[in-house]
T-cell receptor, first 107, second 114 residues
Framework: SQQGEEDPQALSIQEGENATMNCSYK?????LQWYRQNSGRGLVHLIL?????REKHSGRLRVTLDTSKKSSSLLITASRAADTASYFC???????FGTGTSLTVIP | NAGVTQTPKFQVLKTGQSMTLQCAQD?????MSWYRQDPGMGLRLIHY???????DQGEVPNGYNVSRSTTEDFPLRLLSAAPSQTSVYFC?????????????FGEGSRLTVL
């Protein structure tokens, strides 16, 4: 069973636009994390949001968490070509990752 | 500070062969884990360890063996490789012993089983 499921599976936007991707999970959690994976590389941690937090910011990243709906969203503002990557959410515990959202930012 | 180091980066095996994927971390993390990543399947947890001498199964443990004799190393053994084990394997570690904190990933080991 997977704790994190991302939506959409793929997203293509123009540079400068905002990118929003969503994550749904199945059981109660204490925290949820977002990771980024460039093609052919390992995953890199972006941000962790705890269950008692509703919103968290880190640079151009904004993460929200709605525990009542068991969902989270990742917003990347003013996207850049270098943001092209796959993005994964992972619910806590044994970190079941979803299939990810593939983001393409067109220069 | 090397972080999490995986070797080899690429490997081709024949069905039935055995091999070990190496993983080492220099951050003194208690928690270490192995994932496989397949197209359209995301990352799936194979085995994990919360400290030296302690290992446990994840979501897809069949066909894989692990041991944790030191804090630094967490090798993954394929006992008799099968084509279904063709995948990209990632090792990860965390300062949080329960594995709920930030995960640090290696660069991956791409395995092809013919």
């Amino acid at each position: 069973s997977q704790q994190g499921e991302e939506d959409p599976q793929a997203l293509s936007i123009q540079e400068g636009e905002n990118a929003t991707m969503n994550c749904s999970y199945k059981t109660s959690i204490n925290n949820l994390q977002w990771y980024r994976q460039n093609s052919g590389r390992g995953l890199v941690h972006l941000i962790l949001i705890r269950s008692n937090e509703r919103e968290k910011h880190s640079g151009r990243l904004r993460v929200t968490l709605d525990t009542s709906k068991k969902s989270s969203s990742l917003l990347i503002t003013a996207s850049r070509a270098a943001d092209t990557a796959s993005y994964f959410c992972a619910a806590e515990g044994q970190f079941y990752f979803g299939t990810g959202t593939s983001l393409t930012v067109i220069p | 500070n090397a972080g999490v180091t995986q070797t080899p980066k690429f490997q081709v095996l024949k069905t039935g062969q055995s091999m070990t994927l190496q993983c080492a971390q220099d951050m003194n993390h208690e928690y270490m884990s192995w994932y496989r990543q397949d197209p359209g399947m995301g990352l799936r947890l194979i085995h994990y360890s919360v400290g030296a001498g302690i290992t446990d199964q994840g979501e897809v443990p069949n066909g894989y063996n692990v041991s944790r004799s030191t804090t630094e190393d967490f090798p993954l053994r394929l006992l008799s490789a099968a084509p279904s084990q063709t995948s990209v394997y990632f090792c990860a570690s965390s300062h949080d012993r329960g594995g709920t904190g930030e995960l640090f990933f290696g660069e991956g080991s791409r395995l092809t089983v013919l």
